[in-house]
């Protein structure tokens, strides 16, 4: 939908609260990536395809994202990009998978980070020291 799509504001915070979701310090950006996710979610028939559609909504455009399944009765999500989430974003995204998944399907959720190793003279290198490479939701 157009005006959907070019939603900002406090009309991005309409659809939000139609389709039962809080801005909650998102940006506009960021708020319709869970609006879309979570309205997926609702309709999710709980196939692994739906989940990997709702979470790549979710996650960064060059980001992967894998599927596995672990039997009898668990399923673990793997995505695997450049950008660390945000806490709170990262909470929505578990809230917004669970929603999405089948009754009686214990679910796990992985983003990774991938961060070069590199010597403390290139700014964008991460030593070891610094925060952690993956993050569960």
Known sequence: DALFANASGDALDLYG???GEK???LDDLFYRNVIVARSLANQSRGTPDDMI???Q???PSNAAVKHENLYPASCLFTVTTDKRPDPQYLARVGVIMRAAKPAGISF???WAVRIPFGFATNPDILGYNLGRL???F
């Open 23 to 25: 801005r909650g310090g």
């Open 17 to 19: 609260r139609i389709i």
């Open 108 to 110: 796990g959720g992985v």
């Open 134 to 136: 993956a993050f569960t």
């Open 57 to 59: 909504v979710l996650a």
């Open 53 to 55: 559609h709702v979470l």
